[in-house]
């Protein structure tokens, strides 16, 4: 049972330069989730997906757009990669979300290590 | 807005008990998690709290108090493998299945 997948699991990048980190679950989750983590900073959300063709904006997504592209894939896209978007991504997914559903139980991804020079 | 305190760092010894503390700012509460996470893997969820009260699961407990704004998770019997990052977060306000993190804890388990 592999969970959650993320590919690649490092990359640098030149500024200017773009790419998608790509994301799949196998556990038929509804919910999808891309966080950046920097030292210090803890976890910060930038795009969650609640379900299939529906994404919303977390706490930090400018400089970047996302694709749900199916119930099992969530990719996230860096168009013009900058110096500040230097950070470990992780992506996760939690349970099928019911209405009022509060503990939610999130399902992390290895993480993709992201250097832009 | 939204916002989680933990301390940096937690030093304890090995067999030992350590509470690791939460404060919040919310509005609307909808839960408190926690979070273990090695040396830069991957998150794993630990514990959640939705009323006052300890919940407990093996070694690890967790505690909340929503009047008090405030939580701990407690570690029992410490071992070196419980080294980490200890993170709470919180729901999102409007959203409840969307976190947001603390900064975290780092948990030193020294011989």
């Known amino acids: 049972n592999a969970g959650v997948t993320q590919t690649p699991k490092f990359q640098v990048l030149k500024t200017g330069q773009s790419m998608t980190l790509q994301c799949a679950q196998d556990?038929?989750?509804?919910?999808m989730y891309w966080y950046r983590q920097d030292p210090g900073m803890g976890l910060r959300l930038i795009y969650y997906s609640a379900s299939e063709g529906t994404t919303d904006k977390g706490e930090v997504p400018n400089g970047y757009n996302v694709s749900r592209l199916n119930k099992r894939e969530f990719s996230l896209r860096l168009e013009s990669a900058a110096p500040s978007q230097t950070s470990v991504y992780f992506c996760a997914s939690s349970e099928p979300h019911e209405p009022f559903a509060t503990n939610e139980k999130l399902f992390f991804g290895s993480g993709t290590q992201l250097s832009v020079l | 807005g939204q916002s989680l305190e933990q301390p940096s760092e937690v030093t304890a010894v090995e067999g030992a008990i350590v509470q690791i503390n939460c404060t919040y700012q919310?509005?609307?509460?909808?839960?408190l998690s926690w979070y273990q996470q090695h040396d830069g893997g991957a998150p794993t969820f630990l514990s959640y709290?939705?009323?006052?009260g300890l919940e407990e699961t093996g070694r690890f407990s967790s505690f909340l108090s929503r009047s008090d704004s405030y939580g701990y998770l407690l570690l029992q019997e410490l071992q070196m493998k419980d080294s980490a990052s200890y993170f709470c977060?919180?729901?999102?306000?409007?959203?409840?299945?969307?976190?947001?993190f603390g900064t975290g804890t780092l948990l030193a388990v020294q011989p």
């Open positions: 919310t509005s609307g509460f909808y839960g």
């Open positions: 556990m038929n989750h509804n919910s």
């Open positions: 709290n939705g009323l006052d």
């Open positions: 977060a919180l729901p999102i306000r409007g959203a409840t299945n969307k976190l947001i």
